[in-house]
Structure formats: C-alpha cells, structure tokens
C-alpha cells in the first residue's frame, strides 16, 4: 500500500473551500428524483442530468473536490463522446464510485438492514482503478426505530464489520475509501438520541477499521451530523447541532483522519449549510471538516433543470450557487444574507 498516494487523495478530498458532490444515486433513486421533476429515467436522460452538473464549471472547479458516481454512470460518455470521468477530472475534480450494493433486509433482526457488495469486491475496484475512480463509497445504514428499541448490536456491529472490511479492500487496491455509517433521520427520537446511537456506531466502526487494519491517514469518515429525527417535535437549534456534532465526533473520530465529509440525509439545503458552517466556526478542529453531499446539493438545479433543455444554464447556477454556499460553509464564512441576495 502507498499510504503517502492514499494520503494525498483524501487530503484533496477535503480541502478548504471544497467538498464532495454525491452523484451516485442507484437507478431505482435516480428515477423517483427523475419521476418528481417529470423526466423519464433512461439512461441518456440520467447521463444528460449528470453530466449538466459536472459542466457547472464554476462550481465544479472551485467547490467540489471529487464526485461519487454510480456504475453506470462511471462507463458513461457525455453527448460529445469524452468520457465523464474526464469532464470531471478536467474540472479539477476527482472521479469516486459507490461500490456497496446497497441494503437486504438483517435477518432475526426486523426493520434493520446490512449492506451487501463485499464479494469480488477486489475485482471491481482494481476494474473502477483502471476506468479512473481515486475513491470509493460504501454507505452502511443505521435505523433508529421508535421507543428506543433499536437499533440491536447485530446490526451495528456487522455493518460497521462490513464498512472495515470493504475500506481494507479499497486501500489495498489504491483507493481511499469514505466510511460512512448513516444513522438515519427517521423518526422522532431527539438530538440527544441521535447523539447516543452516533457514538456508539462510530465507536464500533473505527474498533472495526483497527482490527482490519485500516490506515486512518488514507480514509475519509462520511458521518451524519447530530439532528434530531425529523418527526421529532424538539427541534435543536444551529448552534446546539454544531456544538454537539463537533463534541460527538472529538470523542469518536481519532485526529489522523485527514477529513470529515458530512451527508446531509434529508436536511433542508439551507440547513444543511447552516450546520456546516457552524460547525466551521466553531475552530480548532483536529480534522477537516466538509461536505458529501447529495440531495442538498442536487435538489434545486433538479428542480430548476426539469428536462427542459432551455432551462440548463438557470440549472447550472442554481447548482453552482449550492457548491458556492457549502464552500463557504467548510471555511466558517457562510452568511444566510448571501442566500437571499441569490433569491
Ligand atoms: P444525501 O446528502 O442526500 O444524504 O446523500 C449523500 C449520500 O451519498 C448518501 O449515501
């Protein structure tokens, strides 16, 4: 393993003013995105949709720092026939694959789910190495259930077994590996709740990372931040977030990891940003601390894009604004007046 190569990946992964743009929907998400704006899913509107984001140049060159592609989305040229991986390297910006397979149901434990992929998993990033990909993505999903009766220790701590196992593989085959263990927004558990499962769950993941042998300098944590459930009726304050979410992650996350890429899980754009930001300006960090974001990232150019090819360029600003906000978010300098000047 070349841990100074590795090392250099994540570190550009999370450099200030920079972050990641997760554009790896898997075909059944794309198409209830695609539904929602009344664009049908084939696979030349999925690849027209992305590859309109990775020609936001301005954005793209100046706040994203890598991009997580799908499967098919990787093998993908644009109409002109450059393959999407070079729009997005020509842009500054490093190509990611999601590589998990996504979620089956745990067995003896209901309602919770492990994610799957861990087979010819060597095969398929030494395959996605050579296509271009500098990282891979492997999201492991936490629920957190009513009444506090989940989740159980089988499901955290086989999937916190499978995201160490599946980092091992990635840095063996060159490739920096975003450990994401998502504890899901769902539900009406408070933030405090919210605090108690995330700590155990990333305790159990970098316990997992050492007996794998995971180098902790070539990997990016992909976490959620500390919100309460989004049924929940005690709502928590920006400030309260970030000040909880910098506490939670001191105690969990050891200094050499070179950065923290936060999903944002069903937040609002703009609260997605607003906690980032926080965050930020909280100061003395022992990590960077930036965004992977999707759907507060994708949300407003998909809906201002709508398929309709005249409305491409207001899409790309749109997307470009998100990319701008969220940049300053990971340098403490966000200000909400700059989304209303937008407006
Ligand atoms: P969201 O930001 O929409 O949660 O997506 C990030 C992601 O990549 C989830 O795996």
Redesign the pocket.
């Known amino acids: 393993m070349n841990l100074s190569e590795l090392n250099k990946v994540a570190t550009a992964m999370v450099a200030p003013g920079r972050g990641i743009l997760?554009a790896?929907e898997s075909t059944g998400t794309i198409k209830k995105r695609l539904d929602a704006i009344g664009v049908e899913s084939t696979a030349d509107n999925r690849r027209d949709y992305r590859e309109m984001l990775f020609r936001s140049t301005e954005g793209m060159s100046k706040h994203i720092s890598g991009v997580?592609l799908y499967d098919e989305t990787i093998r993908q040229n644009a109409k002109d026939g450059t393959p999407l991986v070079k729009l997005i390297e020509k842009a500054g910006s490093l190509p990611g694959i999601?590589v998990d397979k996504g979620t089956k149901p745990l067995p003896f434990c209901p309602h919770e789910v492990i994610t799957e992929g861990l087979d010819g998993l060597r095969e398929r990033l030494s395959e996605y190495r050579g296509i271009g990909a500098k990282f891979a993505?492997w999201?492991a999903v936490i629920d957190i259930g009513a009444k506090h009766v989940l989740p159980s220790y089988t499901c955290v701590k086989a999937n916190a077994h499978a995201l160490a196992r599946y980092a091992a593989l990635c840095q063996d085959e060159a490739i920096v590996p975003i450990v994401?263990p998502?504890v899901l927004m769902d539900g009406d558990h408070d933030i405090d709740r919210c605090v108690e499962v995330t700590t155990w769950v990333l305790k159990e993941t970098f316990q997992e990372l050492f007996y794998n042998r995971v180098v902790l300098e070539g990997m990016v944590l992909?976490p959620n931040m500390a919100v309460p459930g989004k049924k929940s009726p005690k709502r928590a304050a920006v400030q309260e977030v970030a000040e909880k979410t910098v506490r939670m992650l001191k105690a969990c996350v050891p200094a050499a990891v070179p950065g923290i890429a936060f999903?944002?899980?069903?937040q609002s754009d703009e609260e997605?940003t607003a906690h980032l930001d926080a965050i930020n300006k909280l100061g003395d960090l022992p990590w960077r601390v930036t965004f992977?974001?999707?759907?507060?990232?994708?949300a407003a150019p998909q809906k201002t894009w709508s398929g309709k090819t005249e409305n491409v360029a207001a899409a790309q600003r749109a997307f470009n604004h998100r990319a701008m906000m969220n940049g300053l978010a990971t340098l403490g300098q966000w200000k909400a007046d700059l989304e209303r000047k937008a407006a």
């Open positions: 997760a790896d997580i999601k993505k999201r994401e998502e992909k999903l944002s899980g069903g997605a992977s974001y999707g759907r507060a990232l994708q």
